[in-house]
T-cell receptor, first 115, second 112 residues
Framework: EAGVTQFPSHSVIEKGQTVTLRCDPISGHDNLYWYRRVMGKEIKFLLHFVKESKQDESGMPNNRFLAERTGGTYSTLKVQPAELEDSGVYFC?????????????FGPGTRLLVL | KQEVTQIPAALSVPEGENLVLNCSFTDSAIYNLQWFRQDPGKGLTSLLLIQSSQREQTSGRLNASLDKSSGRSTLYIAASQPGDSATYLCAVYTNSGYALNFGKGTSLLVTP
């Protein structure tokens, strides 16, 4: 069974540009999460989808970040325009039922560097 | 606001030693606690998940304990091996139930 995949693995862009990150969850997992780790800080929650609906987006830093999950399959996270402080590793995770008894399965992350 | 702290930030031990990684959290109203492992350039791999009603979980050479009242968890690794070298992350579920709150991790190096 394929795990959570993320694309691209690395992205280097200039300040002001737009970047779109993609996450493909494990097949059949209705719950999809985005997290971010900036340098020197802990991994922080961004948002949670249940199928195509945003269940919790309390961790989204500002309106330059837009997450979508059309059709309830893969998800994209767009940063527009990117700022220097957006640099970090963006992780995607998925789970089947979303309950607290269930682990979240993480992808390898996308390493974003904004210059 | 839940804050998760991991001590030590880094640890280097010779192969064969038993070791303990510590995790503390400020809000004891958690649903569960997970320990993850992250290898360089890779994603997070779940090692153990402890429900709030449980005291410990074991998997092979790993044993994780949970003391909700004191806001602490420990990950015990027995007979450490060089392959155990990685960053170990502790995470708790917030009372919203779905967002994980992570510590910064403990970077472990096991030398041959």
């Amino acid at each position: 069974e394929a795990g959570v995949t993320q694309f691209p693995s690395h992205s280097v862009i200039e300040k002001g540009q737009t970047v779109t990150l993609r996450c493909d969850p494990i097949s059949g997992h209705d719950n999809l999460y985005w997290y971010r780790r900036v340098m020197g800080k802990e991994i922080k929650f961004l948002l949670h989808f249940v199928k195509e609906s945003k269940q919790d987006e309390s961790g989204m830093p500002n309106n330059r970040f837009l997450a979508e999950r059309t059709g309830g399959t893969y998800s994209t996270l767009k940063v527009q325009p990117a700022e220097l402080e957006d640099s970090g590793v963006y992780f995607c995770a998925s789970s089947h039922l979303g309950g607290t008894a269930e682990t979240q399965y993480f992808g390898p992350g996308t390493r974003l560097l904004v210059l | 606001k839940q804050e998760v702290t991991q001590i030590p930030a880094a640890l280097s031990v010779p192969e064969g030693e038993n070791l303990v990684l510590n995790c503390s959290f400020t809000d004891s109203a958690i649903y569960n606690l997970q320990w993850f492992r992250q290898d360089p350039g890779k994603g997070l791999t779940s090692l153990l998940l402890i429900q709030s009603s449980q005291r410990e979980q074991t998997s092979g050479r790993l044993n994780a304990s949970l003391d909700k009242s004191s806001g602490r968890s420990t990950l015990y690794i027995a007979a450490s091996q060089p392959g155990d070298s990685a960053t170990y992350l502790c995470a708790v579920y917030t009372n919203s139930g779905y967002a994980l709150n992570f510590g910064k991790g403990t970077s472990l190096l096991v030398t041959p």
